[in-house]
């Protein structure tokens, strides 16, 4: 049988590892929006500097 204090820890350890994987996988989604939002400035400034209407459209 595992003591309460052991499975505490085992408890604090997953939570621990849980929220570890959290914040990697938020500091992920937040990098690939900012990509995404430099992508789509960079293609916005280039269909100015050729005045495509149909990208600025977007």
């Given at each position: 049988?595992?003591?309460g204090k052991r499975l505490a820890d085992?408890?604090?350890r997953a939570f621990s590892?849980?929220?570890m994987l959290l914040t990697a996988y938020?500091?992920?989604?937040?990098a690939m929006r900012?990509?995404?939002y430099m992508q789509k400035q960079?293609?916005?400034k280039l269909?100015?500097?050729n005045q495509d209407p149909e990208?600025?459209?977007d």
């Open positions: 049988m595992v003591s085992i408890g604090y590892t849980s929220m938020g500091g992920y989604l937040c900012g990509y995404r960079k293609q916005l269909a100015a500097e990208v600025m459209k």
